[in-house]
């Protein structure tokens, strides 16, 4: 098992969320997420023996008791009970009979949080939420490839065909 | 704002004394009670001199111990405001440009915490005259109250916002955020110096997230009004707990969220952690 502690800019990440807004907005102000609502790291673990990827959003602040917001057959997310915050992410690489093959790890776990954003965005408007999401897919999606490609480059990922 | 400090010292020293006189009196009074004997013909001794059977002493010693502990609650715990002013103190050196606060008096820039309360039994001033609490509320409606302030000035204020289910009527920037639960970038106000026009008050309490009576009334005390305003929200285990709001008589003081990104953080994360621990 590998794990990587990985750093990110949080202040560039912050940016990256401002788009991700669907109420009106004045222009004569800005509302952003607190740096409450922006990771200060990721902690990548990686087992090669189950193909499996877990990526833990690293905050500041106390802990918060947690939920899990998707579950399905290849990727569980746990976000905060009351915050909503992204705290885990997981890929569970072993391949279950009539599955597609997992191609792409990174693919899979961005798709998950659009998904995520998605469900969010139409079912229960969250901006603070939302915008919590749009950073946590640009920070596996800058920062937690390298891990990732690097690991799953050594594994049998790297020997199965993209479904995708 | 509850920043007397002698008043609570005196509240939480009078509450420990009747919690500690009158929680003993019961437990004596108790087992008194239940056994016949010297200890009984005492208690019962006691309580005729105060022109009361037993029952009845112990009943106001019960009300003693509840006083003495609504006195400690209404305290608070004083650890939190030693934690959490200089804290304020601390934000403020960081959140406004320096050559301003150099030059200015301290409260003309400052840091104030406001708490979420879901009840207050009382308001004062009246917002209508019917009705403490405002048209259609109550004191269940939810309310943001100051709760500490940096520097050593402006403390004794009666502010008090809104902070409703409906949220789309919360008041004032410290609604706003609360609603929100997001930073506040930098809201640069109308300069009310100069005796301002009807249209200008409107403008204010529309930036403001005010009505425009609370403008009217602070003009009329000749108070002066903020010229920029900015906040950001304190959670307690992912909870909203309360708000931070930066506010200057300067309309380009407050620096922008990127260069305060690290204080605003370290104020988060202490505040939650004070509030967690003392409040």
Sequence with gaps: ?164 | MRNNHKARNLARGAGTLLVTVFGIALTWLGTASKVDGVLKNAATFLANLFGTDLGGLLFLSALGVGLGELLRVWAGDPKFYQFAEPLLDSLRRYAFAANYLAQDPEHHHRATLFRYRRFKWWVWPWRKWCNPWGAGRGPFSGWLEPVARSGHATKKTRILFLAPDDADHAEGIAGHIWRCKRELSAIVLPNMNSPPTDAQIAEYAEQSWVDVSLIKRYLSKQSSLPGSMAGFPIFKSGQIWGVVVLDSRRQDAIKSPEENFVAIKITQTLMERTVAVHS
Aim: hydrophobic residues 35%; negative net charge; aromatic residues 4%.
């Design chain 1, 1 to 164: 098992m590998k794990t990587e502690w990985i750093g990110v800019d949080p202040r560039g990440l912050r940016t990256q969320a401002l788009e991700c807004d669907p109420g009106p907005r004045r222009t004569t102000t800005r509302e952003l997420p607190s740096p409450y609502d922006v990771p200060e790291g990721l902690k990548v673990t990686i087992d090669e023996d189950t193909h499996s990827v877990e990526i833990q959003f690293i905050y500041a602040g106390e802990s918060e008791p947690l939920v899990t917001a998707v579950s399905d057959r290849e990727v569980q997310i746990q976000i905060g009970r009351h915050s909503r915050r992204i705290h885990y992410l997981r890929l569970d690489g072993e391949r279950i009979p009539g599955s597609r093959p997992i191609g792409d790890p990174l693919k899979a776990l961005i798709e998950a949080i659009d998904k995520l954003i998605e469900t969010t965005v139409y079912s229960s408007p969250d901006a603070r939420a939302c915008a919590n999401y749009v950073i946590a897919r640009a920070a596996v999606q800058e920062n937690a490839h390298k891990a990732i490609s690097s690991a799953t480059a050594r594994s049998s990922y790297g020997h199965r065909s993209s479904a995708v």
